[in-house]
């Protein structure tokens, strides 16, 4: 649904295709969304340089800075790219673009095969002027034919289009191949593979086979039925079966029932459940203070602040951990296990509040909190109690939030004690008390920890190299700041003993003759060990880099691992969903960068920007214009399924504390529930949900597989799962060496394999059908580029495929097939 949406916005941006009433609604949304926030997508980058160059002299800066434009994979360009690449070279007029208007395929994205005839008219291009590639380096004559006798079922862009010529041939025929449905055919394909690779002649790898489709659904029914019969396979980043985060989590969970003793399937457990930055910093430090993560977690969730959300996220991952080997003896099946792990939400644990953290407004920017929250914080260090009115109920959560700003009584409605601070509805008239409150409850914890680091120095480092085990420095600087103010500076370069790596010397500049006369570290590391004294020291990613490398040049030298240190990585994955680097972080703070990649300039930079960060440690938005009726309806939104879910102890809280109070006026527990949305809400959200309910395309994915794992006992069904599991993986790679390639038809333009076949050659799997029911001459001529695109991706053999019912549904005629002169056999 979200990917169907975005390529409507695509089309409707770059191409002006209607949005329709639901859709228009959604960008409208979507638009405020990225506004209010700050942020753009790549769309929004194209359209603002198309607006910058129709600015004349904007456009006259910008074009004079090249004398040609090269453009690549031209066919792909959407109108509003071309204007771009038209602008910047209007003036010297030197343009040269490749591309092959036979494999347009991305109209989802506004691309539009007509910017050739734009490009040929708004440049004057001759048939001189055009190259012809006729040397088809990939496909053998029996393909080639094929192909080109199929496209040219299409309108042609270039008239004088020369025949392409083929370098090798193939003993292969193009084959089509027929089936009843989708089961048989997915067999016949993995026998075939079977029959090809015990070829007297040899056969190619796993890693040169792919299997080419439409849909994801096709790649999902053939990843199960290639692990289950024991085929390596890949599917495409993001696709394979351990990249979904559901997946994932099961298998992090049968690691550790089927090895309950194995600590390192503990932590990868952990890593499963716990956000990224806790995880990393919780391993950074242990690996400091000599601990296990097991160990320093525990230690964690004993030291922090009870209400701490760290904390309760690692006491519930730790719970969640040990039920596990209950789980496990509970169950003699796989499939019931599985279903059991299922039933709960998973994934990585995050408040209500993280959640929607980009909905809420910055509390510093509403006068009346912050005039509020400095005077209750001045009663909680005079001791003084608080008085707020009765307020039919709402004085319950409202007498917790000021507890919790560390007051030590609040007085529920009478006669109010003199010297007590009183808190009404007049304190805060825009916001209301409650949403008022609840902001400035937000502001006083948000002070508290901006005075975390006010005193620190930021170190950072230039290498040699970026391998950590084995990089030596060559730069070296330090920043030191007391009450969040730079107040000295430490700079040196460093002689390494290894030479310094083209990747390196093309990051920072620094050469081998600008260290040739500096110091060894040895003779660098006391100066600068005595300036950073006793301070904790800040790097960034110094976890994963700084640090490591820090540690091990000095371990020999005097007090070379007794310092403190932090990184700032984490906390800033936390603020913030954009980009964590240094400069990209500085810039939105407004901080002067320097040169990125110089020890001290990255110092300096870092040195201003954590006193931000920490700032904006418990903020959940720089800045939000939206009207606060808007924040207000958000949060109550969010009130009903957190206060009446099955977890939940809000009702058992408020009924002792009303009972506490003693008031006959209060709402009773009934009447809050019917105001929260009453007891049919409540009911189904505390109803227990099938996994199948909760996941049901994770279900559809591991049912197959698990239908494969019925024998033996539950420990056999779950390594004989996991081990099924393994052959599915991406390692970021465009293609996996030993293993079938699963691949959409989209996403194999610029790859080649010696055995393609392309599954699903089907009317309703390959020309998209409108809601009109009428397919428009464009979309099927884009339809037969599409499969064309697939067809000449095989270097030695094409096999075809197509059934008759796929999922028992009739899959419609095969057009395309009887356009090639090919009769599917079987």
Same mark, same amino acid.
Request: glycine share 6%.
């Given at each position: ?126 048939? @001189? ?229 980009? @909905? ?310 009934? @009447? ?155």
């Amino acid at each position: 649904m979200q990917k169907r949406v975005l390529e409507a916005f695509s089309r409707y941006r770059f191409r002006g295709d209607a949005l329709g009433h639901r859709y228009q609604r959604y960008y409208d949304r979507y638009q405020r969304m990225t506004a209010e926030r700050n942020v753009a997508d790549f769309d929004t980058l194209v359209l603002k340089t198309a607006q910058l160059l129709r600015m004349d002299d904007a456009a006259a800066q910008v074009r004079s800075r090249w004398d040609a434009v090269l453009v690549d994979e031209f066919q792909d360009l959407n109108p509003i790219q071309y204007a771009i690449v038209r602008r910047l070279a209007q003036d010297h007029r030197n343009i040269f673009a490749v591309g092959d208007d036979e494999q347009s395929v991305y109209s989802w994205t506004g691309a539009d095969p007509q910017v050739f005839r734009h490009f040929q008219d708004d440049f004057d291009i001759r048939p @001189d002027h055009v190259l012809h590639l006729q040397e088809n380096r990939r496909c053998p004559p029996s393909i080639l034919d094929v192909a080109r006798r199929f496209i040219a079922l299409n309108a042609t862009m270039f008239a004088d289009r020369q025949p392409q010529r083929t370098t090798h041939d193939s003993p292969f025929p193009v084959e089509a191949v027929g089936f009843a449905d989708d089961e048989r055919e997915t067999k016949w394909i993995m026998d075939d593979l079977r029959r090809d690779r015990s070829r007297p002649d040899g056969a190619p790898g796993w890693g040169d086979v792919a299997l080419l489709y439409r849909t994801h659904r096709i790649g999902r029914a053939l990843e199960s039925a290639f692990l289950n019969a024991g085929i390596p396979c890949c599917l495409a980043q993001g696709r394979a079966l351990a990249d979904d985060k559901v997946v994932a989590y099961v298998l992090a969970a049968l690691r550790v029932i089927a090895n309950p003793g194995d600590e390192i399937h503990q932590e990868l457990f952990y890593q499963a459940v716990l956000p990224e930055s806790l995880f990393d910093s919780a391993r950074a430090w242990g690996e400091e203070k000599g601990r296990t993560l097991i160990h320093q977690l525990e230690h964690m969730a004993r030291t922090l602040p009870s209400d701490h959300s760290d904390r309760k996220k690692i006491w519930r991952g730790f719970y969640a951990l040990k039920n596990l080997d209950a789980l496990g003896k509970s169950h003699t099946s796989l499939g019931s296990l599985v279903e059991d792990i299922l039933s709960e939400k998973v994934g990585r644990y995050r408040t209500v509040l993280e959640e929607h953290q980009e @909905d809420l407004s910055d509390p510093v920017s509403h006068e009346e909190v912050v005039g509020l929250a400095e005077r209750v914080q001045r009663a909680a260090e005079d001791a003084k109690s608080v008085w707020i009115p009765r307020q039919g109920g709402a004085e319950i959560p409202a007498r917790k939030m000021i507890l919790e700003m560390g007051i030590r009584s609040v007085a529920l409605g009478g006669a109010p004690d003199p010297e007590a601070l009183r808190i009404t509805a007049a304190d805060l008239p825009t916001l209301g008390l409650g949403l008022g409150l609840f902001k400035t409850a937000q502001l006083i914890r948000t002070r508290s920890f901006a005075n975390t680091f006010r005193d620190f120095t930021a170190i950072d480092l230039e290498t040699t190299d970026n391998n950590v085990d084995n990089a030596e420095i060559v730069e070296l600087a330090a920043v030191r700041v007391r009450h969040g103010r730079v107040v000295d500076e430490f700079h040196s370069m460093v002689k390494p003993r290894v030479p310094i790596t083209s990747g390196a010397l093309g990051a920072h500049g620094i050469s081998e003759s600008d260290v040739a006369g500096a110091p060894y570290f040895e003779g660098v590391w006391s100066q600068f060990r005595e300036f950073c004294g006793s301070d904790v020291l800040v790097a960034h990613n110094g976890y994963m880099f700084d640090f490591p490398i820090l540690r091990r040049m000095a371990a020999k030298l005097p007090r070379g691992s007794d310092f403190s240190t932090y990184d700032t990585l984490p906390l800033a994955r936390t603020l913030h969903a954009t980009s964590r680097k240094l400069e990209h972080l500085a810039k939105r703070y407004g901080i002067h960068s320097g040169r990125s990649h110089r020890a001290l300039d990255d110092c300096q930079t870092l040195a201003r920007l954590f006193p931000a960060l920490s700032e904006t440690r418990v903020e959940l938005a720089l800045s939000d214009h939206r009207s606060l009726c808007d924040e207000a309806r958000k949060i109550f939104d969010l009130i009903p399924p957190y206060s009446l879910g099955l977890h939940s102890d809000c009702l058992d809280f408020y009924q002792s504390e009303s009972a506490a109070c003693g008031d006959a006026d209060l709402p009773s527990v009934d @009447d809050l529930i019917r105001l929260l949305g009453g007891h049919q809400l409540m009911e189904r959200l505390r109803a227990e949900r099938s996994a199948d309910k909760r996941y049901p395309e994770t279900m559809g994915r591991l049912r197959r597989l698990i239908e494969a794992c019925t024998h033996g006992d539950l420990a056999a069904q779950i390594c004989a799962f996991l081990e099924r599991a393994v052959l599915s993986k991406y390692d970021g790679a465009e293609t996996e060496k030993n293993r079938v390639n699963l691949l959409t038809l989209h996403s194999t333009k610029g790859l080649e394999f010696s055995r393609v076949y392309v599954v699903g050659v089907e009317d309703e799997q390959l020309i998209p059908i409108p809601r009109d029911g009428v397919v428009s001459s464009l979309e099927l001529e884009e339809a037969r580029r599409l499969l064309y695109v697939g067809m000449t991706r095989a270097k030695d053999r094409l096999v075809m495929t197509r059934v008759k019912s796929r999922g028992e549904r009739s899959t419609g005629g095969h057009r395309f097939l009887d356009e090639m002169g090919l009769q599917p056999r079987g």
